[in-house]
């Protein structure tokens, strides 16, 4: 076990504001490990605990059988932290910005370049250029190598993906993966993105400070049985409250261009049909489609009220 956490919380405000509420995390040596969930889900928090940078108020926790607490001061040598943020100096050119974090781990550019010469190549034309004129990909791959150029043993990335393009995005977690399987990284990702949910090996869904479930994507969607449907019509604006009034629904939430609906047992598209002609739309459009980390999510949270809010999820075809 690479990482460790029992019981673990964090409040802020003298204990107003809870952000962590108990949180137990185990992450596999060599895995990818993501935490998805909205902003104020707590994810920076966690990160921020795992990363020294915040005492926990309770709980125990540890990376790579060191003591987040107790052992701070060589843990930082192992775990390598790509904030949400981009904190790298903007003054400073691409390779002096890599120099300097090689020079804090006592280490050279040359000495880890393997580990860091896929990504860094792609930016190595422009390392006379400074870290602040660089768009917003490229601020992302040079902020990832100087998160590896001390070779850490753990790597934890606060959505580095946000704020990025499709493309840059897709690019990313491709280099997430080969450094995984070229070099053995554990690799800790948050996002907001429910699709990239599926480039991890295990994922925690996470709301208020608390996990929901913790499991494989594909294990996480497995266990969502209700019936699911899709729904369109000429009146999207009026959609959603004319669904919520049909007899037969037990949820309905916005998806994209559609509106998803839970039906209870028994329940059929020419009946949801009808209902909805009468109430003046047209052009309907009813169609069953298979459960997203998405509707997993939200439909977990409807049945925990007490964590329901207005989570802020983004589905990949809203980028």
Known sequence: MIV?????????????VRALAGVDLEVNEGEIFGLI??????????????????????GTASVDGLDIVRDYRALRRRIGYMPGRFSL???????ENLRFFATIFHTTIEENYDLVK???????????RRAGQLSGGMKQKL???????????????????????????????QMLQTLRSRHG?????????????????RIALMQTGRFLDVDTPQGIIGRFTPTLWAVRS???????????????AESVFSFGDSQHVTVRNGASHEALRQHLLARGHDQVDI?????SIEDVFITLLRQQPQLSGNPQVSPAHEQ
């Open 37 to 58: 969930g909205p902003d104020g889900a707590g994810k920076t928090t966690l990160f921020r605990l795992l990363t020294t940078l915040i005492k926990p108020d309770g």
């Open 89 to 95: 100096y903007q003054d400073l050119t691409v390779e």
């Open 143 to 173: 902020a990832l190598s100087c998160a590896l150029i001390h070779a850490p043993r753990v790597l934890f990335l606060d959505e580095p993906t946000t704020g990025v393009d499709p493309v840059s995005r897709s690019e990313f977690w």
């Open 234 to 248: 000429n009146q999207m604006h009026r959609l959603l409250g004319d669904l919520r009034d049909w007899q037969d």
């Open 4 to 16: 460790s956490a029992t019981d673990l919380s964090k409040s802020y405000r003298h204990g107003k």
């Open 287 to 291: 169609t069953a489609v298979t459960a």
């Open 185 to 201: 990284l554990s690799i800790i990702a948050s996002t907001p993105y429910m699709d990239e949910a599926m480039q991890c090996d």
């Open 118 to 128: 896929d990504i860094y190549r792609q930016i190595e034309p422009f390392k006379h």
